[in-house]
């Protein structure tokens, strides 16, 4: 299954691309626990593998994500494995004007048909969870300390 949620963020590209880019500022700007813990020597770029919480339906829950593609200043592409569904996320940045254009999409791969009727059922919780992490991004990247281009 495929996901996207797009924003227009009042905040340069460069700003919004380093908070995206900055596992610790994401988990921030999203609302979620900022102590993540890295699992490489990296902290950004390719290779950087981390495990970070966030509380859904008041259960805090743990993923550890690996960076696998990084663009400086457009793209950073996560992926992570989660009860055997791999998850695979491409956040990209433009310019737009003095704004931004934030995309978020995401993929989930399985080859398990339970699993794969399962993600039929919870898209649109998907969908929402999406929508709601770009707001989130949108507003925390529009606020004057995080908008220093």
């Not at 700003?15 to 994401?26: G, Q, S, T």
């Not at 704004?99 to 919780?125: D, G, W, Y």
């Not at 998907?126 to 991004?137: E, P």
Request: proline share 5%; hydrophobic share 40%.
């Amino acid at each position: 299954m495929r996901w996207q949620s797009v924003r227009t963020i009042q905040a340069s590209a460069p700003a919004v691309f380093r908070l995206i880019a900055d596992p610790v500022e994401f988990q921030r700007a999203i609302g979620a626990d900022p102590n993540v813990e890295f699992l490489s020597e990296r902290h950004n770029g390719v290779g950087t593998r981390f495990r970070a919480s966030r509380v859904n339906k008041g259960k805090a829950m743990s993923f550890e994500h690996e960076v696998t593609e990084y663009v400086p200043g457009q793209l950073v592409r996560m992926k992570n494995i989660t009860h055997g569904v791999l998850w695979d996320s491409s956040l990209t940045v433009r310019p737009s004007g003095s704004a931004s254009v934030l995309t978020l999409a995401m993929e989930a791969h399985t080859q398990k048909p339970f699993q794969r009727l399962l993600m039929r059922f919870i898209a649109r919780t998907v969908q929402r969870a999406l929508d709601k992490d770009l707001s989130a991004i949108a507003a925390y990247a529009e606020q004057p300390r995080n908008n220093d281009a």
